[in-house]
């Protein structure tokens, strides 16, 4: 089949049901949400003059037979995927179908998985470049023609080998990179449920890079911080809005590290009388909030403050590298609900250390100090990551199985946790959510809320969407006390 050489196409895998289908928070997440990665490389592709489009497989009911067909019809000379740890297996899978059917296209491939292990993600696969690193400009060079061994931060076959260039220098002025080409998504089928979004539909955006904290659970820590200007943040929401979005969620690893910056922010956003509605998404650290803080956030948009909190024990929070204290969570949670902001923290059970006093702890901790909601994930040692290698070293980890690495639902055949059995493990994350939300004094305020704002039918749903995941493996966890 001949290849339009000047077509792009940028591929989603279908993740959605791999990632949250047996989760304990299936109901409160969408199926469309905005990869903004994506968006960021077309721009450099398409002042070249080449055609792009985007093709979001977990929006689609049939989605190998929708993506095979946009193959046959759009013919690209190119396809780009992006994929995270766990869900390489999903896009290895649909590489190979594009090599089926487009055996003469160049397959690239990005994102923090891709980055880690190139040479790992070619062997053996339809993949013919990994870029490494921040790609914005990188896929741009790739399809032009440019030698690949000319082109910085990629790693590609090459006559039965495998070459790597040189890393690509990280975008120091963000401000020069193009806006993202949101206008490729389909922008009213990005819609959240009412408690995860205001407004609908919505977009995702990001205000800085990188992120100077040490969790040993995370691979974006310790990299180089850098922010667009205040001038920038603004023309990007303005432009965002103008494709119809009415919402932005932010991608920000540290949104708050600059508290002059996000306040200079809000007062922008005030000052230009910016009809939006926003929301940090990634979460914000509760050492670096005041009262004025989250009055201007309020002021400015913002109805939703989330926090990674992670655990209600001072040894585990040493442990994993946080650096804050359960003070400062009450703290930050206690000034965020006094100016009426809806307040989110995010938990996870099975850390370094975990005993199954701490995680009552940590759930104890997590309906005392006033949240809104709470969502609890499993600790999984992604690979990049302190605690990856920490528990690699030690002969913990079981399987490089990567398709088993999912914070929501790992199995029991990815690690031995050197203090914690997997069924306790998965008992206390249920019971986590369980636990909060079917509090009385909390189903009453939260009911009586909704069915004032006419949102306590579309919550059930959502509520009733979840449950069968609540269930624990095996008998019943004790209530904590």
């Known amino acids: 089949m001949t290849l339009n050489n000047n077509h792009v196409l940028l591929i989603n895998p279908p993740y959605f049901e791999h990632v949250f289908g047996k989760s304990a928070i299936r109901g409160a997440v969408a199926p469309g949400t905005i990869i903004l990665s994506l968006a960021a490389v077309a721009p450099a592709v398409r002042q070249l003059g080449f055609k792009v489009k985007l093709l979001d497989l977990n929006l689609e009911p049939r989605p190998k037979a929708t993506y095979i067909s946009e193959l046959a019809e759009f013919r690209p000379a190119f396809i780009g995927f992006t994929f995270t740890t766990s869900i390489f297996h999903i896009a290895r899978k649909y590489a190979e179908i594009a090599r089926e059917v487009l055996p003469d296209v160049r397959i690239v491939c990005g994102g923090h998985h891709a980055t880690l292990m190139p ?12 870029v490494r690193g921040e790609g914005d400009f990188t896929l741009g060079e790739i399809v032009s023609g440019k030698s690949y061994d000319q082109i910085p931060g990629i790693t590609f076959k090459h006559e039965g080998r495998i070459v790597s260039t ?24 990005y819609r959240h449920p009412r408690f995860m979004a205001k407004r609908n539909p919505v977009a995702y955006m990001e205000t ?31 432009f965002v809005l103008s494709l119809g979005f009415r919402e932005i969620h932010l991608a920000d690893d540290l949104f708050t590290a600059d508290l002059k910056r996000v306040k200079e922010i809000c007062r922008a956003i005030i000052r230009n009388k910016l009809d939006i509605s926003w929301y940090p998404r990634a979460g914000i650290r509760v050492d670096h909030v005041d009262r004025e803080l989250f009055e201007l956030m309020r002021r400015a948009g913002v109805w939703s403050v989330p926090f990674g909190i992670e655990s209600g024990n001072e040894h585990i929070l040493k442990r994993i590298g946080k650096n804050i204290t359960l003070d400062q969570v009450r703290h930050a949670v206690g000034l965020a609900n006094s100016v009426g902001l809806t307040t ?45 290698d920490e528990w690699d070293r030690a002969g913990v980890i079981k399987t490089k199985d990567w398709s088993k690495y999912n914070f929501h639902t790992p199995p029991r055949e990815l690690y031995d946790h050197p203090n914690l059995d997997w069924s306790l493990i998965d008992r206390y994350y249920k019971l986590g959510m369980k636990t909060f939300y079917f509090r009385p004094s909390y189903m009453l305020k939260r009911g009586l809320q909704d069915l004032l704002s006419g949102q306590l039918l579309p919550n059930l749903k959502v509520l009733i969407k979840s449950l069968p995941n609540w269930r624990p493996i095996g008998r019943s966890a004790p209530r904590p006390s």
């Open 119 to 130: 040479e790992e993600v070619l062997t053996g696969t339809d993949f013919d470049v990994v």
């Open 166 to 189: 040189p890393a690509r220098p990280l975008v120091f002025d963000l401000d020069e990179i193009p806006f993202p080409a949101l206008d490729l998504y389909e922008v009213p089928r």
């Open 208 to 238: 800085s890079r990188g992120c100077y904290g040490a969790c040993n659970f995370c691979n974006a820590r310790r990299t180089k911080l850098r922010r667009k200007s205040v001038d920038r943040v603004i023309e990007e929401m303005k």
């Open 344 to 388: 989110e923290g995010y938990f996870m059970v099975g850390h370094p250390d975990e005993t199954e006093e701490t995680m009552k702890q940590t759930i104890q901790f997590a309906t005392s100090i006033g949240l809104t909601y709470a969502k609890f994930t499993i600790s999984t040692p992604l690979p990049g990551t302190p605690l990856f």
